[in-house]
């Protein structure tokens, strides 16, 4: 794998992340999640087991513009 197959984009101005997954040959939009606990339950409902596991693996997970877990507005 070339990349991470989960981003978790930067913050929005409103506060919020966008979460897209790779699969399937394209990238999915999950949702906006506005925590943790948004984000593994959009990672479970995307077939992925022990989400909250792979959070901090680089493999798995990008965190992209801003800091890991930081969901605030920009």
Known sequence: ???APIV???PS???GR???V????????LGTAYSDHDLVVFLE???IEDAEAVLDDRRW???RGGPAHDFRAA
């Open 22 to 29: 790779h699969r399937h040959g394209r990238d999915e939009i």
């Open 45 to 47: 409902g995307a077939g």
């Open 13 to 15: 101005t409103s506060g």
């Open 61 to 63: 997970v990008e965190w």
């Open 1 to 3: 794998m070339s990349r």
């Open 18 to 20: 966008r979460v897209s």
């Open 8 to 10: 978790v984009h930067r």
